[in-house]
C-alpha cells in the first residue's frame, strides 16, 4: 500500500519549459489536492478535486493547469515556468472534501527548480 | 475563512510537556481544528482533529475551549524526533477546500 505517489521527485528546468507533475493515489480517495511550498513558508492550495471528473482552483492557480484523469490520479501541469515557480509540490488526497473528514493524506513531494 | 494565528517556534526539553496554541477569532459553527506535522523533505502528517472540549490519541491531545477562539496541541513527554513543524487548520465539510491552506505553522525544537 504505497498511499500517494508523486513523480518526478525532482526537477530541474528552464524557464519558458513545460512539464507536469504525476501524482496516484491508491487508497480510493474521493478528493485530490496540489500544494505548492516555498522555504520557510507553509502550504498554499494550488488546485483542488472534489470528486472524479470535478477541479477547482486554490489560493494560487496562476500558471498551472490540472487535470483529474480518473479516480486515481491528478496532474499538475506548468505550460510554461518561470523562476517564481521554484518551489516544492506536494500532492494529497482525502476521503471526502473538507477538513471535517479529518486525514490528507500526503505524498513525499516533487522538488522544482525553474532556473 | 477563518484565519490561523500560531507562534513562530517553540523550543522544549526533552521529557516535558509541550502546549502549542493556535488562535482562530473567526472560526465558523460547522468548523472542525485540525493539527498536522510536518518533517524537512516530507509531506504533512495528520495528527489530531478535534470540535470541542478534549480529544485525545495515541500521539496528541487538542484542548477546545467553550468559545472556540483557540485551540491547543499538548504533546506529552517529547523526544529528539518530536522536531518538526506543527500546523493548525480550521474548517468544515460545507466550506470550500481553499480553506485547506495552511499557515507558516510553529516550529518546534527539541533540545537534549
Known amino acids: 500500500n504505497a498511499g500517494v505517489t508523486q513523480t518526478p521527485k525532482f526537477q530541474v528546468l528552464k524557464t519558458g519549459q513545460s512539464m507536469t507533475l504525476q501524482c496516484a493515489q491508491d487508497m480510493n480517495h474521493n478528493s485530490m489536492y496540489w500544494y505548492r511550498q516555498d522555504p520557510g513558508m507553509g502550504l498554499r492550495l494550488i488546485y483542488y478535486s472534489a470528486s472524479e471528473g470535478t477541479t477547482d482552483k486554490g489560493e494560487v492557480p496562476n500558471g498551472y493547469n490540472v487535470s483529474r484523469l480518473n479516480k486515481r490520479e491528478f496532474s499538475l501541469r506548468l505550460e510554461s515556468a518561470a523562476p517564481s515557480q521554484t518551489s516544492v509540490y506536494f500532492c494529497?488526497?482525502?476521503?471526502?472534501?473538507?477538513?471535517?473528514?479529518?486525514?490528507?493524506?500526503f505524498g513525499e513531494g516533487s522538488r522544482l527548480t525553474v532556473l | 475563512l477563518a484565519k490561523t494565528t500560531q507562534p513562530i517556534s517553540m523550543d522544549s526539553y526533552e521529557g516535558q510537556e509541550v502546549n502549542i496554541t493556535c488562535s482562530h477569532n473567526?472560526?465558523?459553527?460547522?468548523?472542525?481544528i485540525t493539527w498536522y506535522q510536518q518533517f524537512p523533505s516530507q509531506g504533512p502528517r495528520f495528527i489530531i482533529q478535534g470540535y470541542k472540549t478534549k480529544v485525545t490519541n495515541e500521539v496528541a491531545s487538542l484542548f477546545i475551549p467553550a468559545d472556540r477562539k483557540s485551540s491547543t496541541l499538548s504533546l506529552p513527554r517529547v523526544s529528539l524526533s518530536d522536531t518538526a513543524v506543527y500546523y493548525c487548520l480550521v474548517g468544515s465539510i460545507s466550506g470550500s477546500a481553499r480553506q485547506l491552506t495552511f499557515g507558516s505553522g510553529t516550529q518546534l525544537t527539541v533540545l537534549p
Open positions: 494529497a488526497s482525502s476521503e471526502r472534501q473538507g477538513v471535517i473528514t479529518g486525514e490528507l493524506f
Open positions: 473567526n472560526i465558523a459553527t460547522n468548523d472542525y
